[in-house]
């Protein structure tokens, strides 16, 4: 850190751009080489002992607050690259989490609560939920070795010593720092004593243990994964559980009763005893603050990897799985809709669009397009559900014959049929979903009991049987193309893009509500899905686009390059760390697009024109 000190030093102290920092001006002079001129380079990354500290720009309004990668090789903690892309990611989490008590150390000292951020000077680093992602904030990288010695000033020297020196593997965090305005001394104090000592103390204090720890249980959840993949199950959840949440934070409930499997559905997965959920269609009942919403939440929770201490680490879901909810005025292009809802005034089901869904045929909409994103188990909570569309009794079906809608609860068991899609519902007041379910578990005071024969008891002693309509067509056959799918405003030559605090994703002339896409779990994930968005904008060049072939290349970009090719620092509204979304967001997201050229395939009308 020695050049960046003398580079700090050497700036006007009330300079607001940091221009020389940024730069990284090095004058390069080869020993081997004595008859050699010395030469110019530019190189941002110092470094402290064997670790490297690359200082960027994050946008050009905030040239007080750099972005800083700090790269630690690996052999420093006393380990070996994660073989797996699971093990780097779930070893990156637990870094992150790891450094995280030495930033708030550094901010604890740097804190004045009479003077803001910008005065007193102030490290960010993300804060992680109890979910493990793959982020910008933590990864493995290769990253080159320190390759010169420093002399005075900007001059250092190549070394020459016959050692190869390459790419050496590194675990990468990313934070930011707001640099106090007009105190040089203590923006050097920060960013050449006290953050390397920070990195220095975490190294030393770095607990294989815990690594250890965390690698087998990376292992362990991709172990249950692949047997749960390859069964006729769709969750687990593990005995000793703890599900509820904390009412601040993402934290388990304190004192919380541990889950425990029912004895019928106990099973033992990879040497971890638990409740198995069988595909097909399971009901979860009970009464009001049973718990059954909770053990809801937990089974969309596990969609995702979650780290040691969530409570929830080994409660498992297929991750594919999509919560489905009525979305009352989201947009609908040119979707079938058609096995839900047969007709509509003036409209054509098979290719349906509208600008203001109503919460039937939002929800319809919300299930066809999850189908089509390649879901194979839907999530559904009745309290989040447009009513007309989940159940019809026998009684209102006698009084009203001319009825254009088909309930969920006439095609829950044909999606699984005929799709291979399965559905875990909480039914709370209503009991027209016990005839049609193939499991049903009552939750009491958050234990849960199998009740399966029991409630078929009773559909028997009423008369109770599901209805099997026509089969109706599941296939989604629609175009999009390019006009309209952009980042810039119609007559614009500037682009856009802002994640907004409101629920809202704004791009182009697009502005996306974003509010009830439930299973998103990371503000950061809204991030990286605006970024997302805009790429396949910008890089597009197809006239008619292959969304799921584009959707597909993008995913393999990010797990070659890492997330943060993504993001670009000219807008200056972005947040700068970034956490991967599921594929099913990603569709979900376009399809929440109000202004893009979607059409029927094979459809000859151009509605451009």
Known sequence: MKRLKNKLLAMDPTTTTYKAMYEGLMIVDDPSHPGMDPWTAYEPTYYHEDIGFTITLTHKLAQDKPTVVIAIPVARLGMDLPASTIEQDAVADLCLRTFKPYIDEMNAALYNRSRPDTENGKFELHTPGGEILKRNASFFALCPQKDYENGGGSKVYVLNDDVQRPPLPCLCIRLQVQLPAKKMRRTVQMLCRDLPDAVDRFIFAFDPERYRQTLTLAQTQHAIRTWLKGSDYCAFIANGSILPRAKEGDLPLPDAIPFTSTPEAEIEICGVRGMGIRRGVTVITGGGYSGKSTLLDAISAGIYDHAAGDGRELCLTDPSAVTISAEDGRSVMHLNISPFIRWLPGGDTTDFSTDHASGSTS??????????????????????????????????KQL????PITPFTDRVRELHAV????????????GEYLSVADHIYMMEDYLIHDVTQKAKEICYAHGMSAESPTLGDWTQSRLLYSDRFTSYPEGSGTERLLVSDMGFILIGDEQIDVRAMHNIVSPRQLDALAFMLRYLQITNIAHCIDLTHKIDELYAKIDTEGLDFLYSPFFTDSERFLDLPRKQEFLCLINRMRKIHYTKAGDTHDERL
């Open 363 to 396: 929800q319809a909409a919300n299930i066809m397009e999850a189908v089509d994103s390649g879901a194979t188990l839907l999530l559904i909570d009745e309290d989040r559900s447009a009513t007309n569309f989940m159940i019809r009794d026998r009684t209102m």
């Open 400 to 403: 009203i014959e001319r009825e």
């Open 419 to 430: 799709r291979g899609v399965s559905t875990i519902l909480v039914i709370g007041g209503s």
